[in-house]
């Protein structure tokens, strides 16, 4: 059986061949582009390498489902190329595969630099109903709002150009690598880990991130060891494109002298080094390109026996993923010493077991479920698993022939009660904030 070979990333390299190697990772729905204000400044120490995230930029189209497979796809990358060590700047998802570079392969970075970056984005919940809301009406709703995400105010009204070329950026990338990165945006959490980054890193920020902003970039600074926090004034989350100019010289003061040489033999441990005062960069004048991202307390689980406990953590995970956080915070917590045994029940076999089984994917069951809410005219719980459904990626056309399947078998006033239910929550769903 031959082995399965992992797609390699659409990049391109700028300055000397022999100077050291610079990534610059892009943020969700943007391309190597972001990074072109920088790239004149950088190539001068460093030969840069940028690369596009899947289906961005003209990029083959293999979405990939995790951080860190597209980390893999990036390391995979690399190798062909001949880089095993280099620095690395990344940009909110970008920033999260400078992340999972740091903790599960240390060795091959130099040196870290987090641009709008967070150990969590936000909640599952609103990367998946993004997901939701692009497979259910394309990517133009998530295009048009880009730049009130990307850019302050100011700064879009001056610059219509590059406002307009971030939104046909977004437009023109492929859904379905889209949706896969916002999936893969959903399931990131390296909040426990952050203490084991054990290489020099730059945590940058704009003053006026409301996507992550200061208080995540303070949370990284308190959790890696060797971090300097950087706040630029007067930019938002695409702050390279929106102050290149401080962006650039943050970049080229902290890979100047935060350059890591290789571990030696032996070494088990980077030396420890003391966390420096926060830097502030001073506003420069505006020029060029791109997305963005946002985070719930773990719920507790009952100490049980081993093997039960394993089932209710595994039925926790996959509860919260297909119904939503939301949901499940609400029905635990209304849980009391009476109910509380059913949810705990519900959750280790239904979720923890059945859910989990390898048999039927998501969208199977999600249609299974469907059909045997309305045969039961549970039009309460029909509700949220139209929901889930909508999470586990059916479309509301399928909805709609999983319900007309069902009204030839359940019956037609059942049919008829669902279709209701459907029909508001697929609206309530499906529609863009305005």
Known sequence: MSEKKTPALQYRFDGPEDAPVLVLGPSLGTTWHMFDRQVPELVKQWRVFRFDLPGHGGAPAHPAGSVGELTDRLLATLDALGVQRFGYAGCALGGAVGLELALRHPERLASLALIAASPRFGTPDEFRQRGVIVRTNGLDPIARSAPERWFTGGFAAAQPAITE???????????????????????????????????????????????????????????????????????????????????????????????????????TALPAVA??????????????????????????????????????????????????????????????????????????????????????????????????????????????????????????AEIKEVLLQASVYCGVPAAAGAFRVAQRVIREETTPAE
Not at 298 to 306: G, I, K, T, Y
Not at 307 to 313: I, P
């Open 165 to 267: 070329w971030a939104v046909q950026m977004v437009r023109t990338t492929d859904p379905g690598c889209y949706i896969a990165a916002c999936e893969a945006l959903a399931a990131f959490d390296v909040r426990p880990e952050l203490g084991r980054v054990g290489v020099p890193t730059l945590v940058l920020v704009g003053s006026e991130d409301q996507v992550t902003g200061p208080a995540e970039a303070r949370t990284l600074v308190a959790g890696v060891p060797d971090a300097r926090l950087a706040v630029v004034p007067g930019a938002s989350h695409l702050v390279p494109v929106e102050q290149p100019a401080a962006v650039t010289d943050l970049l080229v003061r902290h890979f100047s002298t935060a350059w890591q040489q290789p571990y030696e033999t032996g070494q």
């Open 275 to 396: 966390v420096a005062p926060a830097l502030v960069a001073p506003p420069q004048p505006v020029q060029v390109a791109p997305l963005a991202e946002i985070a719930p307390a773990p719920l507790a689980v009952p100490q049980e026996a081993p093997g039960v406990a394993d089932r209710y953590e595994t039925g926790l995970k996959i509860r919260r993923e297909v119904l939503g956080d939301a949901h499940v915070e609400g029905v635990l917590a209304e849980a009391d010493a009476f109910s509380g045994d059913f949810e705990e029940f519900v959750t280790r076999y239904a979720w923890g077991e059945i859910w989990d089984r390898p048999g039927l994917d998501r969208r199977s069951r999600s249609c299974v479920t469907l059909t045997a809410l309305v045969a039961g005219g549970h039009l309460e719980e029909l509700a949220f698993h139209t929901r889930a459904a909508l999470r586990n990626g059916l479309t509301p």
